[in-house]
Nanobody, 119 residues
Framework: QVQLVESGGGSVQPGGSLRLSCVAS????????MGWYRQAPGKQRELVAA???????NYADSAKGRFTISRDGAKNTFYLQMNSLKPEDTAVYYC?????????????WGQGTQVTVSS
């Protein structure tokens, strides 16, 4: 069984920063991609940023220049550093990973962490 546990959400004023973390635990043989998604009220879940096992990254246009995704392969942990936050960044943020575990190649989601940007 694989679990993703997120941390680091909270409330911040516009222009502030937050760092989200996601730790994958369990029977993990290899992690292929890790990503952060977000879902605002009344909107569909959208990709914010993703990183491959080789270090390649992909960002939503709204995140480019402000957010940075990174990973610590030794710890099965990945991060989303969010700077210059805007009210429109308010959403529940979910981490996501595609990995090979005892059940084969599967996709896992974290439980979500709330990010609120408001003055």
């Amino acid at each position: 069984q694989v679990q993703l546990v997120e941390s680091g959400g909270g409330s911040v004023q516009p222009g502030g920063s937050l760092r989200l973390s996601c730790v994958a635990s369990g029977s993990i043989f290899g992690i292929y991609t890790m990503g952060w998604y977000r879902q605002a009220p009344g909107k569909q879940r959208e990709l914010v940023a993703a990183i491959t096992s080789g270090g390649g990254t992909n960002y939503a246009d709204s995140a480019k220049g402000r957010f940075t995704i990174s990973r610590d392969g030794a710890k099965n942990t990945f991060y989303l550093q969010m700077n210059s936050l805007k009210p429109e960044d308010t959403a529940v943020y979910y981490c996501n990973t595609n990995l090979r575990g005892s059940g084969g190649l599967m996709t896992y989601w974290g439980q979500g962490t709330q990010v609120t940007v408001s003055s």
